[in-house]
Nanobody
């Protein structure tokens, strides 16, 4: 089970940090890769970023690369998404998802999902 926190309302140019915490033990969590996805009203769920189980690989959507950073603290069974220089087009509900093994861009490859958290960026 994944729990997401950290969303909110922020002005353009501001920052937020999302957290995704798993109920699994640290030893189990280390085997899972985590992806972040977002869904804006009327749009499909889209890949934002991912981090592999061993932290060796991170990936970002072109729209967020250079502004967002994904990281993980396996001892806390938590993955973070640091979002800087936020833009109004980043407004969406953000989800984290986990899968055993390698990270994927396709949301359908993730069987475990957290609840969404709303991020709203005002202009």
């Amino acid at each position: 089970q994944l729990s997401v926190s950290g969303g909110g309302l922020v002005q353009a140019g501001g920052s937020l940090r999302l957290s995704c915490t798993a109920s699994a033990s640290a030893s189990t969590f280390t085997r899972y890769s985590v992806g972040w996805f977002r869904q804006a009203p009327g749009q499909a769920r889209a890949f934002v970023a991912s981090i592999s189980w061993n932290r060796s690989t991170t990936a970002y959507a072109d729209s967020v690369r250079g502004r967002f950073t994904v990281s993980r603290d396996n001892a806390k069974s938590t993955v973070y998404l640091q979002m800087n220089s936020l833009k109004p087009e980043d407004t969406a509900v953000y989800f984290c998802a986990a899968r055993y093994g390698s990270a994927q861009f396709d949301a359908r490859q993730y069987p475990n999902w957290g609840q969404g958290t709303q991020v709203t960026v005002s202009s």
